[in-house]
C-alpha cells in the first residue's frame, strides 16, 4: 500500500516554519502498521499543488495533504483540488455555523474570508474541527483518472485523499479521530508490522553494524529488517519484520542486540534520555537538582517536558553570573579567581551546591563556553565541564562540543543525562 | 528555475527522526535569492529512491539530495544514482586516505564498511568533508535523459544533481562553502529577489489579511506577493517580490503594514520573540530574572539560545517543588496554604521574589498546570499564571493554554516573554 504526505506552503519553501507534520503523522501511522511510502511539498501556487497532487494520484492508495484550508489568501488546497478533480464546491451550512459559532463565543464577528472554509467539494466527507473553523474533508477518488498502473506496487483503482488543516492542534485530533478508523475500514492490514528502536550511545555507526550484523544473518535471511540512523554520539538501531512471525523476529533480534550491546543502549523506541532518566529516578525512589550555567535552562526543560517529573525533580538554578554561582550554589570566590568559571573545580563546587541546597539525590552541574564568543586558547568555545554529584562524592567529566550555539547546548544537555543515567544504571 | 530537496532514509517514514534540512537549506536558499520548488522525503529503497531521481530529474535544474552517504547497509543513494545515471563508481584515493586519516586521528582502525564512502561516480565532483568521513558529490548530469520538456517552466537540457551527507553539521559546512559558490556561478540570478516578513501577535490570521488587504492592493498589482502563516496567538506576514523594484515595492509594504499594526508586529524575518526580548534588554541596558515553575526551564533555555543573553540575563530558578519556591524565592507558606502554587498570589510573590534575589531591572514568573495531570475543576490543565515584575510593581495575567504538555510550555513561555517586550516597547 503506498501512501503519501502532501504538505503545501510557500513558507515551507522559505524555510520559514518547520515542518513537524510530517513526522508526526509517519510516526503515527508506524505505531499503527502503515508506511509512508513518500513526502511532498510544494508552495502554495495552482501549477504545483495540482501537478504534485496529479502526481500522486499515480502512485498512492492514500494521500493526506495538510495546510492550505485556512482563510486567507493563500489558502488555495481546497479549490485547486476540486478543480482538478472536476468537482464543483457546495457551501455547508452545518460548516458555516460552526465557523460563527466559533467567533461569536469569542464575541467577534466573522469576517467574510472565513466563509470561504465552508466550502466543500461535491463527494466529500466533512471532519469535524473542535479547535479551529478549517473542517478536513475526505473523499475517495473512485475511478482514480489518474493511476499509473505501470509503476504501480498494486492495482487498486482508487484513491482515498484527506485534507486536514495545517495547525496541529487541529490537525492530530482529526487524524486521530478519522483518519485512524478510515484506514482501519479502508486499509486492513493484512499481516502486522512490527518495529523495535534500540538507541546507543558512545559507539559509531559503522562499529555499531560491524559488531551485530553477522549475529542477525539468519533472522534477516528470515525477514529480519535492520537500520540505522547516527546523532552526534549517538546511533539508534531499527529491528523490523512484517508478517506473522514479524513479533518473534524482532523480539529474537533484541535479544541478540541487548546481550551484544549491553548498557550502551540507554533507550527504546521514541524513548528520550530524559524520559529513561526521569523513569529510572523514580523507580528508584530517587531526586535530582540541577546547576546549569551554559545549558541556560536546557536540561531542566528537557527534564520537565517528562509528564510525572516533579515527582523527582524538585528544582534547579540557571546561574548564568559568577554572582548566581556564589549566592546560590556556593561557589567560592577563590575558586573562581583560581580556575575561572569555566573549570573542573566550579563545576565540582556547582555539583555539590546545588545537591546540598534542594536536598537531592543527585545533582548535575554544566558550566562551558557555548560561543560564539567568550573562546581562549586553552578552553576553546565549546569546552564544557560536567559535574554529577551523589551519595558517591561528585564526579566531573571534560568534554569538548566545537558546534554552534543551539546544539552545543543540545549536546551537552545530552550528555549530561546520559553521565546520569549511566551512574544509575551502573551502580 | 526548479530546485527540488530530496531527502532520504526509511527513519524518516517511519518518523523517528525530525528532517531539519529541508528548513534550513530553503530559508538559506531563500535568502540567496533562490526559491524551492519542491521538497521530497523516501525512504531508502532502490524502488523509490531511483523514481524519485527520475521524476525530480524531469522537472529540476537544481537537485540537492541528502542522507545515504554513511557506511552501513541503508546507505545506498550513491549506489543508485550512480546506478540509474549508467555511471561506474571508481575508488577515490584521496577519499580513502582521509577517511583513514579521521579514524587515526581518534586512534581507532578504520572498519571495512567505511570503504564504500570512498566510491565516486564518474564524472562527479567530491566535496570535502572536514567533518565526518563521507564526502558530498556533485555532477551535471547534462544532457539529462529524463528531463520532461512538457511540464517544464524552462528549457535547460542539463540538471546539477549534488549530494551531501545526512549529519546537520557536516551537510551545513559543506552546502555554504561549495553549493554556493555553484550556484552562483551556474544558476546567476536574473533579477534580485526580496522577502520580508513581519511577525505579529495577538490578532487572527483573516483579521490581519482584513486589515492590510486593501491598501496593499496597489503594491498587489506592481508585483508585491503577501503570505500568512498562522501559529496559537501569533500570525507572519510575508511581503515578497521580484525584480529590480522588488525592494521598494517591499519596503513600501512594509511601511504600510507597520502602520496598521505597529505594536502588535513583535519581530522580522527569522527574529524569535527571545531574540527581540534579549535586543530590547541590552539596548536599554536592563537585565532579566526568571522564576519558573510549570515551564521548567523552558523560557531561560529561549533565553539562553540568543547570543549575548549572558549581558542582560543574570540567572533564573526552577522551582518545581513549594518547598523551592519558598527558599528561593521567598513565597510565604501563608500563601501556598490559602491561594495554592497555581495562583495569581504565587505568581506575584515569585516574580518579586526572583528580582530581588538577582538584583535585577525585570522578572517573569510562570505558575500553572502543564499537565496531564493535576488539574481542577476550578484551575483545569492549561491554566497558568505569568507574573511580570519591574519598577513599576508586578502584574499578573492568567492565561488558559489547554495544549499537550510540551505545547503548554512552548506557548507559555511566548506569553511570558511577549508580555515583557511590550512593557519595555510601550513604556
Redesign the interface.
Given at each position: 500500500m503506498n501512501i503519501e504526505l502532501l504538505n503545501t506552503?510557500?513558507?515551507?519553501?522559505?524555510?520559514?516554519?518547520?515542518?513537524?507534520h510530517?513526522?508526526?503523522?509517519?510516526?503515527?501511522?508506524?505505531d499503527l502498521g502503515y508506511?509512508?511510502?513518500?513526502?511532498?511539498?510544494?508552495?502554495?501556487t495552482a501549477h504545483?499543488i495540482q501537478?504534485?497532487v496529479r502526481?500522486a494520484l499515480g502512485r498512492a492508495d492514500l494521500i493526506i495533504a495538510t495546510g492550505g484550508l485556512?482563510?486567507?489568501?493563500?489558502d488555495v488546497t481546497r479549490d485547486l483540488i476540486a478543480q482538478l478533480l472536476g468537482k464543483k464546491l457546495r457551501l455547508d451550512d452545518a460548516v458555516l455555523n460552526h465557523i460563527k459559532r466559533r467567533f461569536a463565543a469569542r464575541r467577534?464577528p466573522m469576517?467574510?474570508?472565513?466563509e470561504v472554509q465552508a466550502l466543500v467539494p461535491e463527494g466529500a466527507m466533512v471532519l469535524a474541527n473542535p479547535n479551529g473553523t478549517a473542517p478536513g474533508l475526505a473523499m475517495e477518488v473512485s475511478p482514480n483518472p489518474f493511476r499509473n498502473f505501470g509503476?504501480s506496487q498494486n492495482s487498486r483503482s482508487k484513491t482515498w485523499l484527506v485534507m486536514l488543516p495545517?495547525?496541529?492542534?487541529e490537525l492530530r485530533p482529526m487524524f486521530d479521530n478519522f483518519v485512524v478508523p478510515l484506514l482501519r475500514r479502508e486499509f486492513p492490514l493484512a499481516a502486522p508490522f512490527v518495529?523495535r528502536?534500540l538507541r546507543t550511545s558512545g559507539i559509531?555507526?559503522?562499529?555499531v553494524?560491524?559488531k551485530i550484523?553477522v549475529p542477525l544473518n539468519t533472522l534477516a535471511a528470515a525477514g529480519l529488517e535492520?537500520?540505522?540512523?547516527?546523532?552526534?554520539g549517538r546511533v539508534?538501531v531499527?529491528l523490523s519484520a512484517r508478517g506473522g512471525n514479524g513479533k518473534k523476529i524482532v523480539r529474537a533480534a533484541e535479544v541478540i542486540v541487548q546481550k551484544i550491546l549491553g548498557a550502551q543502549i540507554y533507550g527504546f523506541d521514541?524513548e528520550e534520555i530524559e524520559v529513561v532518566v526521569v523513569r529510572l529516578l523514580t523507580e528508584r525512589k530517587k531526586t535530582l537538582a540541577?546547576a546549569?550555567s551554559c545549558?541556560?535552562?536546557?536540561?531542566?526543560?528537557r527534564?520537565?517536558?517528562v509528564?510525572?517529573?516533579?515527582a523527582v525533580?524538585?528544582?534547579?538554578?540557571?546561574?548564568?553570573?559568577n554572582?548566581?554561582k556564589q549566592?546560590?550554589l556556593g561557589v567560592r570566590a577563590e575558586t573562581l579567581a583560581a580556575h575561572g568559571a569555566v573549570s573542573e573545580a566550579v563545576a565540582r563546587e556547582m555539583a555539590a551546591g546545588a545537591r546540598s541546597?534542594?536536598g537531592a539525590d543527585f545533582a548535575i552541574a554544566v558550566t562551558g563556553i557555548?560561543?560564539?564568543?567568550g573562546g581562549t586558547k586553552e578552553k576553546p568555545v565549546g569546552t564544557v565541564f560536567i559535574g554529577l554529584a551523589g551519595e558517591f562524592g561528585t564526579v566531573v567529566e571534560r568534554k569538548f562540543n566545537p558546534?554552534e550555539?543551539?546544539?552545543f547546548?543540545e549536546v551537552t544537555a545530552w550528555q549530561a543525562l546520559e553521565m546520569l543515567r549511566v551512574r544509575l544504571v551502573c551502580s
Amino acid at each position: 500500500m503506498n501512501i503519501e504526505l502532501l504538505n503545501t506552503g510557500s513558507e515551507l519553501m522559505l524555510g520559514r516554519v518547520l515542518n513537524t507534520h510530517q513526522q508526526w503523522l509517519c510516526r503515527r501511522l508506524a505505531d499503527l502498521g502503515y508506511v509512508v511510502t513518500r513526502q511532498i511539498a510544494v508552495p502554495d501556487t495552482a501549477h504545483d499543488i495540482q501537478s504534485a497532487v496529479r502526481e500522486a494520484l499515480g502512485r498512492a492508495d492514500l494521500i493526506i495533504a495538510t495546510g492550505g484550508l485556512g482563510p486567507t489568501s493563500d489558502d488555495v488546497t481546497r479549490d485547486l483540488i476540486a478543480q482538478l478533480l472536476g468537482k464543483k464546491l457546495r457551501l455547508d451550512d452545518a460548516v458555516l455555523n460552526h465557523i460563527k459559532r466559533r467567533f461569536a463565543a469569542r464575541r467577534l464577528p466573522m469576517p467574510k474570508n472565513n466563509e470561504v472554509q465552508a466550502l466543500v467539494p461535491e463527494g466529500a466527507m466533512v471532519l469535524a474541527n473542535p479547535n479551529g473553523t478549517a473542517p478536513g474533508l475526505a473523499m475517495e477518488v473512485s475511478p482514480n483518472p489518474f493511476r499509473n498502473f505501470g509503476d504501480s506496487q498494486n492495482s487498486r483503482s482508487k484513491t482515498w485523499l484527506v485534507m486536514l488543516p495545517g495547525p496541529p492542534r487541529e490537525l492530530r485530533p482529526m487524524f486521530d479521530n478519522f483518519v485512524v478508523p478510515l484506514l482501519r475500514r479502508e486499509f486492513p492490514l493484512a499481516a502486522p508490522f512490527v518495529c523495535r528502536t534500540l538507541r546507543t550511545s558512545g559507539i559509531a555507526e559503522s562499529l555499531v553494524q560491524e559488531k551485530i550484523e553477522v549475529p542477525l544473518n539468519t533472522l534477516a535471511a528470515a525477514g529480519l529488517e535492520i537500520g540505522y540512523c547516527a546523532r552526534t554520539g549517538r546511533v539508534d538501531v531499527r529491528l523490523s519484520a512484517r508478517g506473522g512471525n514479524g513479533k518473534k523476529i524482532v523480539r529474537a533480534a533484541e535479544v541478540i542486540v541487548q546481550k551484544i550491546l549491553g548498557a550502551q543502549i540507554y533507550g527504546f523506541d521514541d524513548e528520550e534520555i530524559e524520559v529513561v532518566v526521569v523513569r529510572l529516578l523514580t523507580e528508584r525512589k530517587k531526586t535530582l537538582a540541577l546547576a546549569e550555567s551554559c545549558t541556560g535552562g536546557g536540561i531542566a526543560h528537557r527534564v520537565t517536558n517528562v509528564p510525572g517529573a516533579s515527582a523527582v525533580f524538585p528544582g534547579g538554578f540557571v546561574t548564568y553570573s559568577n554572582g548566581s554561582k556564589q549566592k546560590f550554589l556556593g561557589v567560592r570566590a577563590e575558586t573562581l579567581a583560581a580556575h575561572g568559571a569555566v573549570s573542573e573545580a566550579v563545576a565540582r563546587e556547582m555539583a555539590a551546591g546545588a545537591r546540598s541546597q534542594l536536598g537531592a539525590d543527585f545533582a548535575i552541574a554544566v558550566t562551558g563556553i557555548a560561543g560564539p564568543g567568550g573562546g581562549t586558547k586553552e578552553k576553546p568555545v565549546g569546552t564544557v565541564f560536567i559535574g554529577l554529584a551523589g551519595e558517591f562524592g561528585t564526579v566531573v567529566e571534560r568534554k569538548f562540543n566545537p558546534y554552534e550555539r543551539e546544539t552545543f547546548k543540545e549536546v551537552t544537555a545530552w550528555q549530561a543525562l546520559e553521565m546520569l543515567r549511566v551512574r544509575l544504571v551502573c551502580s
